[in-house]
């Protein structure tokens, strides 16, 4: 047994919640981990550093995290209406559902970056799979090869 671990196949959520590869699952497909770093929060490079998987596929590739990214942020919302719901509670003699909509904007505030990094990484897992043979070496017939002068020399 060797003690390279690069044979066992990596965990989707966890991947996924580290915002790595679709493909093999342990490059990064950002270029800084600080997502609260504005500037520099969705900058990609143009493929995986590990298994050199092209990042964005095809121009206008993310466009449709808009609808990963509302999917989530529901269900954050949904999560921290049950959280305050099961620890704070509802009334209707008081201002609880106002200051948990207070509390609601300024989570979805924070956690945006964070959001927009994990409806990208998402997206990516909707179109690229897994692939535990990414590695398949140096390519074997790169070019063409012309069939007349093939045995020429």
């Known amino acids: 047994m060797c003690a390279d671990k690069n044979h066992v196949k990596p965990n989707l959520i966890k991947s996924l919640l580290g915002n790595k ?7 990064n497909i950002f270029l800084y981990k600080n997502p609260y770093d504005l500037k520099n929060c969705l900058k990609m ?7 050199g998987q092209q990042v964005e596929v095809e121009v206008g590739f993310y466009y449709g995290t808009g609808y990963v990214s509302y999917a989530l942020s529901v269900a954050v919302c949904v999560a921290s209406l049950i959280a305050w719901w ?10 609880r559902l106002f200051w948990w909509l207070g509390f ?5 505030l924070v956690m945006q970056p964070l ?4 409806s990208r990484t998402i997206w990516m897992a909707f179109f ?4 535990a043979d990414w590695f398949q070496g140096p390519p074997q017939g790169t070019g063409r090869v012309n069939a007349t002068f093939k045995n020429a020399i």
């Open 21 to 27: 590869c679709a493909r093999c699952r342990r490059g």
């Open 45 to 51: 490079p143009d493929n995986c550093p590990v298994c």
């Open 86 to 95: 099961l620890f704070i509670g509802f009334s209707i003699y008081d201002n």
């Open 104 to 108: 609601n904007a300024l989570l979805l």
């Open 115 to 118: 959001l927009m990094r994990w």
């Open 128 to 131: 690229v799979r897994y692939d």
